[in-house]
């Protein structure tokens, strides 16, 4: 009967670690997919800054008057602002790129 209950016990514990990493899986996931990439077009950034003003955690303008860009990847958390400025650069230099 001991026996039994060891090999109940060991078969539980193996359940239990499976779900546990399916579900640690399943959240690795999650955060890769909500990771995104702010996008530049260089050729056609003229660096006027507008878009720095929207998202200055992402955009900022140097000593130049260049962009620079401070974090490429963000998530959900500045998704808002990175549209901000994707839909205020005039020239179209921006997009986001979900595919991380």
Known sequence: MQFHWRNTQMALSCENSARTEDSLNAIQLSARNDIMKLVVE???????????????????????????????????????????????????????DRSQ
């Open 42 to 96: 260089w050729s056609l950034c003229d660096g006027n800054g507008v878009c720095t003003v929207e998202a200055p955690e992402l955009l900022r303008l140097n000593e130049q008057d260049e962009l620079v860009v401070l974090s490429e990847k963000f998530g959900p958390e500045l998704e808002a602002k990175a549209q901000a400025a994707v839909r205020v650069c005039p020239k179209r230099a921006l997009r986001i």
